[in-house]
Antibody, heavy 121, light 107 residues
Framework: EVQLVESGGGLVQPGGSLRLSCAASGFTFSKYSMNWVRQAPGKGLEWISY???????YYTDSLKGRFTISRDNAKNSLYLQMNSLTAKDTAVYYC???????????????WGQGTTVTVSS | ETTLTQSPAFMSATPRDKVTISCKAS??????LIWFQQKPGEAPILIIQ???SLVPGIPPRFSGSGYGTDFTLTINNVESEDAAFYFCQQHDNFPRTFGQGTKVEIK
């Protein structure tokens, strides 16, 4: 069974940092591109970042420079380093697999359950 | 950046109604559009891929149509279990973008 399990969320003070992790199982992680997506309370989905199977990254412009996506294929894990956090970063953060077929991406197909980040003093 | 304009933001339907949700892209994205269903407290579920292909395991009352800039999600004979948020997303280019979402209420 394909599974994505996020961890690392919690309460952090404004200006602080947090590193989210996503443990993947049930598929060959190294062959898939991955994404981070967030959802603020009562809001829609916001795409944050993407990393290809070979490490090419993309970010939404508003978060570029503060957030860094990375992966460790040997550990079947995806990460999101978040710095200089503000209240606007309060959200549920989802790890999401990209449907990748022969190195071509076809959009997100599997989501984790999410981890909650709350930025507050 | 490709903006996806989704409408309506909210709709109320009665069981067996036909529900139609629109997603308009600000530029041509071919058929690189997918639809998700999200119920409260749960992660989204992929229901339509490549604009028109039903994901295996999703009931056939769901269907998608469109190409280029105009896309539609249709739920025929809507059931109470279809009450949820529905989002579109484009994967034609970066940054990936989502529609604002549609809340479907079943009376």
């Amino acid at each position: 069974e394909v599974q994505l399990v996020e961890s690392g969320g919690g309460l952090v003070q404004p200006g602080g940092s947090l590193r989210l992790s996503c443990a993947a199982s049930g598929f060959t992680f190294s062959k898939y591109s991955m994404n981070w997506v967030r959802q603020a309370p009562g809001k829609g989905l916001e795409w944050i970042s993407y990393i290809s199977s070979d490490g090419i990254t993309y970010y939404t412009d508003s978060l570029k420079g503060r957030f860094t996506i990375s992966r460790d294929n040997a550990k079947n894990s995806l990460y999101l380093q978040m710095n200089s956090l503000t209240a606007k970063d309060t959200a549920v953060y989802y790890c999401a697999r990209e449907r990748t077929i022969v190195e071509v991406d076809y959009g997100v197909d599997v989501w984790g359950q999410g981890t909650t980040v709350t930025v507050s003093s | 950046e490709t903006t996806l304009t989704q409408s309506p933001a909210f709709m109320s339907a009665t069981p067996r109604d036909k529900v139609t949700i629109s997603c308009k892209a600000s530029q041509d994205i071919d058929d690189d559009l997918i639809w998700f269903q999200q119920k409260p407290g749960e992660a989204p579920i992929l229901i339509i891929q490549e604009a028109t292909s039903l994901v295996p395991g999703i009931p056939p009352r769901f269907s998608g149509s469109g190409y280029g800039t105009d896309f539609t999600l249709t739920i025929n004979n809507v059931e109470s279990e279809d009450a949820a948020f529905y989002f579109c997303q484009q994967h034609d280019n970066f940054p990936r973008t989502f529609g604002q979402g549609t809340k479907v209420e079943i009376k």
